[in-house]
Structures are given as C-alpha cells and as structure tokens.
C-alpha cells in the first residue's frame, strides 16, 4: 500500500544498535559490574540488530506473494486503500 | 572484563593456628568464607579424630532439639526464623546451652506425662458418671424385687421344672468403645442367652479419648443377670473387650450421691488439668523463644568442630596446621580476620602460601542477578579452574533464544511483569520465608523471567503478533488494489475463484520491506506458513551458527594464557574451521537467496545444492517453478553457484582425518579433559577417528583383539590408562559408532 524504503530502516536500526552496543560499553560507570554490563550490553545490541536484519532482508525480495482469500481481497482493498 | 570472564585465581594457603585460638579462628573464617578446608586426616577415620568428643556433643543436642521443636509443632506453635548475625558460641556458652536444653527437655516430658495422667483420670471419671446417668433412666424398671423379675423375664425356652435357686438380679455396668458394642452384645446373647438382660446406650456427648485425643461416643451397658456362672460369665466376657466396669449401686439415692461425688472429682481434676496446660504452654513458649537461635548456633558449632578435625597437629602440639584455597583477592582479609580473632591469645596465627600441583576448585563470584544465569551454566557441568565462563554471555543469549521461539508482543508483556512484581517485591520478609517449592522454583528465576519477558515483547514486535494477531504500525508493503486493478480482478472473478495470490513481480503490488518486522498482510494470507517458516528456519540457522561461533571463539581463550598460541591453533583450527566454513557457506547461500532479484527470473537465480537436511525443506518450498527448469539453466546455475562460492573450495576438499568432533577442540593438547568433554569423547567419538586412532596406537600382545560386536571394525586400544576409553575391564566398551 505505501511504498517502503529500504536505506532509511536499515541506516535509523544500524545507527540505535550500533549507539547500544558501541557507544553504550563507554558510558557506563565504573563499579563492580562494569564488565557484565558491558557485555550484556553488546551481546543484546548483536542479537536484536541481528535479529531484525534477517527479518527485513527475508521480506526484501520475495519469491512469491500471500495468497488471500476472496473475502480478505474484498475487504482490505476496500478497507486500506 | 569482570570477574565473571574467568574464574578466580585460587591459591593453597598454610595456616599455623595456635591451640589456644584456634577455634576462634575457625569460626571467623566460617563467618566470612574465605577458605575451602582440604582434608589433611584423610587416612585417619571419623571416630579417631580429634575433636570427635565435641562433635559427638553437639549431635546429641541436636537429637534434644529434634524433640522439642516436635513437641512444638504438635502443639500447633510456629517456629520463628532466627534473625541477626548468631556466630558460634565459644565453648563455654555451649556447656551452658547444653544444660538449659536438658532441663527444658526433662520438663516437657514430665508435663507432658502429667497431662495425660490426668486426661485418661478424667476420662474415666466421666465414662463413670455416664454410666451411672444410664442406670438412672432405667432404674424405675430394673430395681428388682426377688419375686418381679424372674416372672416378667421368664425366658420362653427354659425348660420346666428348672428350680430357681437364685433369684437375686445382679447388674454389671460398664462402657465400652463404640466399635465394639455389637460384638458385645452378640457375644453376650450366645453365651448367657436368656439369663441376662443387657441394654446399650450412647453416651450423651462425645467424650476425648486420652491417648489420641479424638473425640468418640461410647457406649454405656447396663447388664442385669442372674446365677453365679452366669456372672462369671459375663465378667469374663466384658474383660474379654477391655470394657471399663464400674460398680453399681441399685439403689437410686446411691447413685445420685456417687454421681455427685464424681461431679466434685471430676471438676477438681479439670482445675488441675487447665494449669498443667497453662504451665505446659509456658515452657513451650520459652523453647518456641530459644530454639531457633540454639539450632543455628550449635550446627555452626558442629561446623568449625568438623573443620578442626581435618587440620593435621604439628610435632610440638602447640598449633594445629589447616591447608585451605582461598582467593588470592582475599589473602589480606584472611590475614586480617586470623589476626582479629586471636588478639586475646597474643600468639598470632601465620599463613603461608604454598604451591600445589592439585586443580584449584573453581570460583565465581556472583551477585543476587548473576547467580541465575550461573546456575543454569553450573547444571551442565562445573568449569575448570581459570576456564572460560559462558555465564555473562548466557545472561543475554537464553532470555533471547527463548524469546526467537516464544515471540508474541501481549504474552510477553504479561511475562515480564509478572516477574517484575516479583522482583520489587523480592525484599519482604514474607517472600523470603516462603516455603512452597513451585513458588521458590518461579522466585529463582526472576531475573531470568524478567529478561525473558523483555525480550519477548521485542521479538512479538518483530514477528508482528500481539495476542497471536498482528498489527499494522506501519502501512503494509503489499497492495492488494494495484493487483486486483493490474489482473482485473472483477467481483465476478473474485466470487469464482476462493484463492488468489499477489504476484509481487507485478507493477505496484509489492512496494517494499516493512520497515520493522513482518509484514502484516501475512496474518491475512493462507500460505502464511510457506513464507515463515522458510524465513524462521534460515533465521534459526544463521543465529545458530553465529553463537557457535561464538562459544569456538571463546574457547580460544582457554589455550591463550597456559600455552603458546601456535600450539592452541593448530590443535583447533582444522577440526572447527572446516566446519564453521561449511556453516557459512550455506549461510550466504541463505543470504544470497534474498539478495537475488524477483521471482520472474527467480527461478533462475542460482540456488546451492543443498548441504543438509535444514535446508532442503526450505529452499524446495520457496520456488516450485525449478522442477520445471530447463537443463540448460541448471548447468549455468551451477557454473555461476561455482564462480560466486569459490573461497570454500579449499575446505571442501581438505583431508577428511582432520574432520574430528569439535569436542576434542578443548581436549586436544592431551590434556586430560574432564566433565562433559570426557563425556562426550567417550560416548561421540565418529566412526572415522576411531578407526585412525586404532591406527596409531600399537596393540599390547595379549589384549583381546576385538571386544566389540562382530560387525564392528575397531579394535580396543591396548592402553588402559588411556583416558577417553577408560572402561572396567568386566565390561567391554560398547562400540560408539555403528557400522
């Protein structure tokens, strides 16, 4: 329905990730924990990066499309756009 | 890093402990933690230690304290939590508590044998008087004359002429249990038939029985007979039940002043019954006070008498010698706890630190957050001494992998907080002294929920479910109006045909990636299914192979510091490396499916052979058009799949001896591996390294060639004492590989 870009998500989730997880270890303060808090840090910042990466690279070039029922065509044609 | 990296460094101490201030010593270091005792009487046994007179003290108080918290708890009274730092009491104190535990022992028991004197003296005076109330209803009818009774109660079947010598009625009364009243009355009508009269009633309240303290009717009889066998007769019968007799005066007045008298005794006995409870109650009050803090001190006592025991006495007896680990972070603690706890004596203990050739234990320290995690880690085995710890990494990694598989926004919420409110709430005393074990099971695993729910509700945004419905944040990338328009999909079509699907090749019907998750026109589709599950297993796949990598990466680390790098790389290069690189050659091929353009020349994008099962399913599913590929467009798919994956060339085709389980990465430096390692190369060995490892090891004459079944081709190794294959010799070794 609306056309989606590709650069803009990926360069806003690569920017906020890559604050969490590279920029983050720095700004923690000095204490007993300090070094698993950085780790839980980047490990959280590599996983969901990573997690959401695959997602939207899966749907980037799709091999076939969803496959709806009459109904769900009539309505969602007439409903969201 | 911080602690968690690795373990801690440990290191053997020395402790020459004077005699006179050796159990102080022992107790502050108990206090603090600081030192695992090694056992240096090892060969000596438990009852020719030194200590073994205290220890033996302080288990029989304990058996004293068994007893009184049962008397405690049978009394219905709970037992406080101790509260407060309770160190152990120096020996003196101990021989006072020992005798106030004694004392309050011999007093329980004899109250308690008091109280029941008196309940059972109460019961029977109260079976009495019900008895005697029975005989009152009757008494009109059965105060007998010589003459009445014989000639109403003429029994049908005696026979004529029998002289009636003894006319006289005599009574028995008594009381017996309610079970055993119809078996009285049935005994008595088959022996004595027809000389007695007997008559059973309940009694008019429920009486306690002393003994258990239950609540029963019994029941009273009145037995009215005549003749003297007879009566022996039924004396024997009612000994024969254990029935409580009592005696019967036949006349009324009689009985009313028994009865009185018996009221009079019996409200006596229940005064001196409600002060023996008042006393009883007030010593169960003093041990309900007192017991908890005894409990704790004396196993406390027990503890440094044990931990004395395994110190060795020196030559001079003037010390006792303790070797310990101890952190070396913590060695001036130590020095300072010993030197506190032995300013009265004056002689200072000495502690020295020794080499060893023993593995120090490991330890970890962790906080109230990481001692989940670790926890977890531990239950799969317990590290080596300066091994790498996977804790801090798992801190993140479970809470995520669950959250990949649990995924739903409004659940995951739910999850997380529910474990918040446990988390607030962790302080209370009431959650804290909660005994139900589901309950502590949930309680020990908050911060793991916690995390659990918090990333769940992130990847539920990811795979766009709230509830198991999805949501549209954004606008969906797909429209369904450009392809009805495009197709012409009139309402005619549409009725015609149940099924269609959107071709996102068509112009305007796919107009790109949803920016944050899945799309939401998939919860509408009906091959929703197709699509997800190819995404979910490759995604599962790569996120697999990236925390393996991951955990191969550490391992590293364990051959870093003890030996030289060259020998640590080579011992695990080849083995892994040749598997990481087929784990990310299908990987990019994964990725390269979804960088290759649409479905219109989709068929003919280059897709790998598949290299294992995971794959097969997903990449079949994703195109049906190549089974109708020409020939000619395979063989330049191969050309160009050939051309694009070249670098993994020279692991595809590199010697299979060094294809060996990745297990013996930790183990290969010939280091006796222990735990799960050891395990695993016992019992997972590839049937390839077996057969190259028999190779190479010359077989002893002597050893049985072949312990294995008759299809197998290896052949037990000669050596014994070979580690990975250490088996009892009565038992041959099950061969790990199959032909």
Redesign the interface.
């Given at each position: 329905m609306t056309a989606h870009s590709f650069a803009l998500p990926v360069i806003i989730f690569t920017t906020f990730w890559g604050l969490i997880g590279i920029a983050g270890p720095w700004l923690v303060p000095k204490g007993p924990n300090r070094g698993v808090i950085i780790t839980m840090l980047v490990a959280t910042a590599v996983c969901c990066y990573l997690f959401w990466l695959i997602t939207i690279l899966a749907q980037l070039n799709p091999l076939f499309g969803p496959q709806l029922k009459n109904e769900t065509i009539w309505y969602v044609r007439f409903l969201w756009e | 890093?911080?602690?968690?990296?690795r373990s801690e460094e440990v290191v053997l101490a020395q402790l020459f402990l004077p005699t006179a201030s050796a159990y102080a010593c022992v107790s502050q270091l108990g206090e603090l933690g600081l030192v695992e005792f090694r056992d240096l009487n090892a060969s000596v046994s438990a009852f020719q230690r030194r200590f073994v007179a205290d220890v033996r003290r302080c288990e029989e108080l304990e058996k004293t304290f068994t007893f009184l918290q049962e008397e405690v708890r049978r009394a219905g009274l709970p037992l406080p939590r101790p509260e407060g730092a309770l160190p152990a009491p120096p020996p003196r104190d101990l021989l006072h508590i020992q005798e106030e535990t004694e004392r309050l022992a011999q007093e329980l028991r004899g109250v308690r044998g008091n109280h029941q004197a008196l309940r059972a003296q109460l019961h029977q005076l109260q079976l009495h008087a019900a008895v005697l109330g029975h005989g009152h209803g009757h008494g009109p009818l059965l105060a007998a004359t010589p003459m009445d009774g014989p000639s109403d109660l003429t029994p049908l079947l005696q026979p004529p002429g029998t002289p009636h010598r003894d006319l006289r009625v005599n009574f028995v009364a008594g009381a017996v249990e309610p079970g055993k009243a119809a078996a009285l009355e049935r005994l008595l009508w088959r022996a004595c038939r027809g000389f007695l009269i007997a008559s059973f009633r309940e009694t008019e309240r429920q009486l306690e029985d002393p003994v258990t303290g239950e609540p029963a009717m019994w029941m009273t009889f009145l037995i009215s007979y005549w003749g003297e066998q007879i009566g022996r007769k039924v004396h024997k019968i009612t000994d024969c039940f254990h029935c409580h007799v009592f005696p019967f005066p036949e006349e009324e007045a009689a009985r009313r002043v028994a009865l009185e008298q018996l009221q009079q005794q019996s409200l006596e006995l229940r005064e001196v019954l409600r002060e023996t409870e008042l006393f009883l109650s007030q010593v169960l009050a003093r041990v309900q006070r007192l017991l908890p803090t005894w409990q704790v001190q004396v196993r406390k006592v027990k503890a440094v008498y044990l931990a004395l025991n395994q110190c060795s006495v020196s030559a001079t007896h003037k010390c006792l010698i303790a070797e310990g680990w101890c952190a070396t972070r913590d060695l001036p603690r130590l020095q300072e706890a010993l030197r506190n706890s032995s300013m009265e004596e004056g002689v200072s203990p000495v502690v020295h630190c020794i080499p060893s050739r023993d593995m120090p234990p490991t330890l970890i320290r962790t906080?109230r957050f990481?001692a989940g995690f670790q926890g977890i880690v531990d239950a799969y085995g317990v590290g080596r001494y300066q091994e790498v710890n996977p804790a801090?990494?798992t801190?993140?990694?479970f809470p995520?992998l669950f959250a990949?598989m649990f995924g739903d926004v409004g659940h995951g919420l739910l999850m997380f907080l529910f474990a918040l409110a446990m988390v607030l709430a962790e302080n209370r005393p009431a959650v804290k002294a909660a005994q139900n074990e589901i309950w502590r099971t949930f309680f020990g695993g908050r911060y793991l929920l916690l995390l659990m729910g918090l990333f769940s509700v992130?990847?539920g945004f990811?795979y766009n479910e709230c509830f198991s419905r999805a949501m549209t944040i954004?606008?969906?990338?797909?429209?369904?109006?450009a392809?009805?328009n495009q197709s012409g999909?009139s309402d005619e079509f549409?009725?015609q045909?149940?099924?269609?699907?959107?071709?996102?090749n068509t112009t305007g019907?796919?107009?790109?990636?949803?920016?944050?998750?899945?799309?939401p026109?998939?919860s509408?589709?009906?091959?929703?299914l197709?699509?997800l599950n190819?995404?979910k297993m490759?995604?599962s796949v790569?996120?697999g192979v990236?925390h393996m990598t991951f955990g191969v990466f550490l391992g590293v680390f364990n051959h870093v510091p003890p030996l030289p790098l060259p020998t640590g790389i080579s011992a695990s290069a080849t083995a892994c490396c040749w598997r990481r690189c087929l784990s990310w050659c299908f990987c990019s091929a994964s990725?390269a499916?979804?960088?290759?353009?649409?479905?219109s020349s989709?068929c003919a994008s280059p897709r790998p052979p598949p290299p294992g099962p995971p794959a097969s399913s997903s990449t079949s599913s994703?195109?049906s058009c190549s089974a109708a590929a020409p020939p000619t467009r395979r063989s330049s798919r191969a050309r160009r799949w050939c051309r694009r994956y070249w670098w993994s060339w020279p692991w595809l085709w590199c010697p299979s001896c060094c294809w060996a389980h990745p297990c013996s990465c930790t183990g290969g430096t010939g280091a006796t591996p222990r735990g799960p390692a050891a395990h695993c190369r016992r019992t997972r060995l590839s049937s390839w390294t077996l057969r190259t490892e028999t190779r190479r090891r010359p077989r002893a004459p002597g050893s049985p060639r072949s312990w294995c079944s008759p299809r197998c081709s290896c052949t037990r190794p000669s050596t014994p004492s070979s580690s990975a294959w250490a088996a009892s010799p009565t038992r041959p070794p099950t061969c790990a590989s199959g032909p």
């Open positions: - | 890093m911080g602690s968690m990296f906080s990481t801090p990494y801190i993140i990694t995520f990949v992130y990847t990811v954004f606008p969906s990338g797909w429209s369904v109006a392809m009805a999909w549409l009725a045909n149940p099924l269609l699907m959107l071709v996102p019907v796919f107009l790109g990636p949803y920016p944050f998750g899945i799309d026109i998939w509408l589709a009906v091959n929703h197709s699509f190819s995404f490759k995604m790569i996120l990236t990725s499916t979804w960088s290759s353009s649409s479905s989709g994703t195109c």
